[in-house]
Antibody
């Protein structure tokens, strides 16, 4: 059974750094792209970027390029989303999701449960 | 980058009604279009991909159509459990993009 299990909720202060995780199981982690999706409170889904754990090829949305870093450790089947300096506007639910194929021209077929990030002074 | 625009942004319909949601891409995307359902407080779920292919386990009252720039999601007979926000997504290239969502409620 394919599963994506994300790390728990975080409460941080502006300016702090953060790295959240998404562990995949039940499939070949290195053969499928993994992506991150932001959902701000009461708002829609925003595509942030994707990574191919097999070779760490990464693609970002222009809206998030330079604002976050997506990485993966294939030895432990885990993808990451990190911030070096959080802002209050980073407060959101963050989902990881797997692309359904080995090419990035695929939709998301499996989703993690979401990680709620709250940034407040 | 390609923008995805959904309409309407919300709708209210009666149980049993036929419901149609449209999604327009700012450039042609062939059939690289998916639809997702997100129920309140839940994780999004893939309903349809390749514009018209139903994901396994999705009820047959859901259908999708379109190609190029104009796409449609239809619920043939709205059920109470279909209350959700529906998103289209283009995936013909990276960056991918979602529409802004359509909230479906029961009248």
């Amino acid at each position: 059974e394919v599963q994506l299990v994300q790390s728990g909720a975080e409460v941080k202060k502006p300016g702090e750094s953060l790295k959240i995780s998404c562990k995949g199981s039940g499939y070949s982690f290195t053969s499928y792209w993994i992506g991150w999706v932001r959902q701000m409170p009461g708002k829609g889904l925003e595509w942030m970027g994707i990574i191919y754990p097999g070779d760490s090829d990464t693609r970002y949305s222009p809206s998030f390029q330079g604002q976050v870093t997506i990485s993966a450790d294939k030895s432990i089947s885990t993808a990451y989303l990190q911030w070096s300096s959080l802002k209050a506007s980073d407060t959101a639910m963050y989902y990881c999701a797997r692309l359904s194929g080995s090419y990035y021209t695929s939709p998301f077929d499996y989703w993690g449960q979401g990680t709620l990030v709250t940034v407040s002074s | 980058d390609i923008q995805m625009t959904q309409s309407p942004s919300s709708l209210s319909a009666s149980v049993g009604d036929r419901v149609t949601i449209t999604c327009r891409a700012s450039q042609g995307i062939s059939n690289y279009l998916a639809w997702y359902q997100q129920k309140p407080g839940k994780v999004p779920k893939l309903l349809i991909y390749a514009a018209s292919t139903l994901q396994s386990g999705v009820p047959s009252r859901f259908s999708g159509s379109g190609s190029g720039t104009d796409f449609t999601l239809t619920i043939s007979s709205l059920q109470p459990e279909d209350v959700a926000t529906y998103y289209c997504q283009k995936y013909n290239s990276a960056p991918q993009a979602f529409g802004q969502g359509t909230k479906v409620e029961i009248k």
